[in-house]
């Protein structure tokens, strides 16, 4: 099958470079950390990468989490508890509004993208504390946060923000440093306000995540996320790997140009094609391109169609995504050639000549 669903945008999950640095790692640290990072589990490749990760980001500390799903359910009940106030997009990661719900802070949820929305809930609470979270590249519909108008949001109303990069970190800005960078907020810019998220599973490549910001903050984090502290700390051998894979996204601007790309030869082939279908592509320009077909129905059989010409594209359905709005969710990796993309703006335009006007993909 050609997949056009994986994370791994930068094809980094197989590289040759990561198999020897995790081969490399398991034969100097073995395979398992052997405990939680403030007991025993804390290596030094660990150690290494966070100081690595702090230095790639551009800000001035670290804490490296064995999962993104881990890091925010615990790091946000460790900002804010009863009593503050959590303002979270309503498009949010799953493990955002997992956190948000564990913390027991009162949660205003705001419609995706609008700000006027957010400013009206900031300026109507009188909470202690407040923190604002969301997605900085948003998993379902690829679009990019306005990053920089949420930061003049915390300023204006003394609030932090927690954003979640797993989608830009490794493919935007300069070097691949994540969306901090791409709005030119990270380094001597960056805010005191900001907790930077992102995982290592996707553009990186491997697994994990981690948690980038202010050294009191980070402090912070170290010594009260209860996902931290209470769970065993990822394998040396994978800090080994991700050293590797931050060295490789550091010196990966051809990979990165490659992908924009193929993003921009599906964008045009698929624009042929939507006319008369009743489909639409979202708005993105990143790696994510949510081709939003409708009906439960009619995304399972485009699905369907597109798995019968060898290509491999999941329906994604609700409750992941609004009702009414199931899509093939394709995303595109730096691993694809200019003739894997061919094959599926043609095979798309075949599925849609064949479907039906019954099983309702036309208007
Ligand atoms: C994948 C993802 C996560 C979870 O990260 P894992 O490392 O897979 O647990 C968190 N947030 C977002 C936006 C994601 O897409």
Known sequence: MLAFCSNDYLGLASHPMLVRAATEGARQFGIGSGGSPLVSGHSEANGNLQRQLAEFVQLPRTLYFYAGYAANIG????????GDALFSDSLNHACLIDGARLSRAKIHRYPHGDLQALEAALASGDAKRKLIISDAVFSMDGDIADVPALLQLCERFDALLLLDDAHGFGVLGEQGRGTLSHFGLSGLRASPRVL??????????????????????IEWLLQTTRSYIFATAAPPLLACALSASIGLIEVGNELRSHL????EQLRTGLAEIL????????ESSTAIQPLVVGSNEAALSVMDGLTRRGIWV?????????????????????????ADVDNLIN????????????IGVFP
């Open 75 to 82: 790091i946000v009940p460790a900002l804010v508890g009863a």
């Open 347 to 358: 095979a798309l335009g075949e599925v849609a000549h064949h479907l039906t006007p019954e």
């Open 260 to 263: 924009q790309q193929r993003i």
């Open 314 to 338: 999941p329906a994604i359905r609700p409750p992941t995504v609004p009702e009414g709005t199931a899509r093939l969710r394709i995303a595109m990796s730096a691993a694809h050639t200019e």
């Open 275 to 282: 006319p008369g279908t009743g489909w639409s592509l979202g």
């Open 196 to 217: 930077y998220m992102a995982t290592l599973g996707k553009a990186a490549g491997v697994c994990g995540a981690f948690v980038a910001g202010s050294d009191p903050l």
